[in-house]
């Protein structure tokens, strides 16, 4: 392995963490919001909602089974669960045993079930069979709550979302883009810094960056583009061997190489 990358040094990393910790300047803070978000555009330039669909209601049904679950196991039981029940009279009509032994791999199936009997007979009574498009309806339906409903917004309905997930606000926390808890007001104080026509993309690249750099207990520092304008830069390995050895997914190589790391042809 050979790195070439800029890192900040000590001094530098301290001097950014006590200035956002002290209360940035809105103009300083707008500055690095808009680099992070155009290193992070550079490093997912595939970034997409991971579950498999092809409908609005196959995606209120792929995210509602997401809970708890990897998309990865969501999308290899959707293909037979969305070819039984194509709609929403499918599931509220739906066999019980059936339906949980069709989601069984992703865990808390009897809620699941619950959920998505309750959504298709809710969708049929109230939308005459048809996902609505808005945040207020969807969060009214079984199973759906904010996040869930910005997700299907975002990603089927085309309608601007932020995905506030446990990797968002982990993230967006780091970062000092807010202090807020509270998912709905994380949701309010990103929707302030970010373009609202960018709100479903950078949520994806957001989400992106958490799983494969940014880990909640080990975040790759040393191996990370955002580096420079991280308060939170040293919360985990600095050192670019330690660091890319977390570097999870399919992107490895491209994020570190951005992160100035060539690795060998193993990837080491
Ligand atoms: S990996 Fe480290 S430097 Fe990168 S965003 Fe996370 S805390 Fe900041």
Redesign the pocket.
Known sequence: MSTSVRRPTPRAAAGLAARVAAGENPIGRARRVNRILRSLAEAYPAARCELDFRTPLDLAVATILSAQCTDERVNQVTPALFARHPTAADYAGADRTELEALIRPTGFYRNKTNSLIGLGAAVVERHGGELPATLDDLVKLPGIGRKTANVILGNAFDVPGITVDTHFGR?VR??GWTAEEDPVKVEQTVGELVPRRDWTIVSHHVIF?GRR??HARK???GA?T??SD?P??G??PTDPGAASALVKGPEREHLLALAGIVTDEAGR
């Open positions: 993230l780091r970062w960056h750099v940014c975040p790759a520092c990370c955002l580096a991280c939170a830069y919360l985990g």
